[in-house]
């Protein structure tokens, strides 16, 4: 079964600082799908990025950005210059497919505070 | 356009009681999602549909259960609720591919439930 590993529980940094969080996954899958998604105190969830398993290229997004090595399977997400509205949990998730459904396995997350 | 919605956003049970949380989606994805949160233990898939009468158990299906008689409408049961469900319910939809590529899930704002 697919599994995912958000290893920090907590993390505390002051404003600016940078912050990378740990993804670390398993599959046996030869295709698959990785993503992140933020859930900030408000509770709702808000997708952040999907990578395919093809595509090992870093990818940047302003502040953000994302590091998918398949030969560690880890999918690491490093915020840059953290701002105190980057304060969420974030989570990790793979794509698990059987019998042509398709489903998400989440890991546990990862609590982000980022103080003034 | 609304995306994901889900009725009541907060609601306490009695012991016993039944309810249907409610959830419709208007971007025309034909998979849709319930799952649970409880705290410090990330997303627990509990129902999924891959379209309009297709129904199938996630990973924690019992005392629940779910109807798509609809694109749209995704509604969950409860019957004789137990303190154990007393959690954080999101629904989710998304785009399905015949060739499985797996598209982000967009999620409604939650529900939260009590039983006491």
């Known amino acids: 079964a697919q599994k995912v590993t958000q290893a920090q529980t907590e993390i505390s940094v002051v404003e600016k600082e940078d912050v990378t969080l740990d993804c670390v996954y398993e599959?046996?899958?030869?295709?698959?799908?990785l993503f992140w998604y933020k859930q900030p105190p408000s509770g709702e969830l808000v997708f952040l990025i999907r990578?395919?398993?093809?595509?090992?290229q870093n990818e940047i997004s302003g502040r953000y950005s994302w590091n998918f090595q398949k030969s560690t399977s880890s999918f690491n997400f490093t915020i840059t210059a953290s701002q105190v509205v980057d304060s969420a949990v974030y989570f990790c998730?793979?794509?698990?497919?059987?019998?042509?459904?398709?489903?998400?396995?989440f890991g546990k997350g990862t609590k982000l505070t980022v103080n003034p | 356009n609304a995306g994901v919605t889900q009725t009541p956003k907060f609601r306490i049970l009695k012991i016993g009681q039944s309810m249907t949380l409610q959830c419709t989606q208007d971007?025309?994805?034909?998979?849709m999602y319930w799952y649970r949160q409880d705290p410090g233990m990330g997303l627990k898939l509990i129902y999924y549909?891959?379209?309009?009468?297709?129904?199938d158990k996630g990973e924690v299906p019992n005392g629940y259960n779910v109807s798509r008689s609809t694109t749209e409408d995704f509604p969950l049961r409860l019957e004789l609720a137990a303190p154990s469900q007393t959690s954080v319910y999101f629904c989710?939809?998304?785009?399905?591919?015949?060739?499985?590529?797996?598209?982000?899930?967009?999620f409604g704002p939650g529900t939260r439930l009590t039983v006491t």
């Open positions: 989710a939809s998304s785009y399905g591919s015949p060739r499985q590529h797996f598209y982000e899930q967009y």
């Open positions: 599959t046996r899958d030869t295709t698959y799908y």
């Open positions: 990578r395919n398993s093809f595509d090992e």
């Open positions: 998730a793979l794509s698990e497919t059987q019998g042509g459904s398709e489903k998400l396995v």
């Open positions: 971007m025309n994805h034909n998979y």
């Open positions: 549909s891959v379209g309009a009468g297709i129904t």
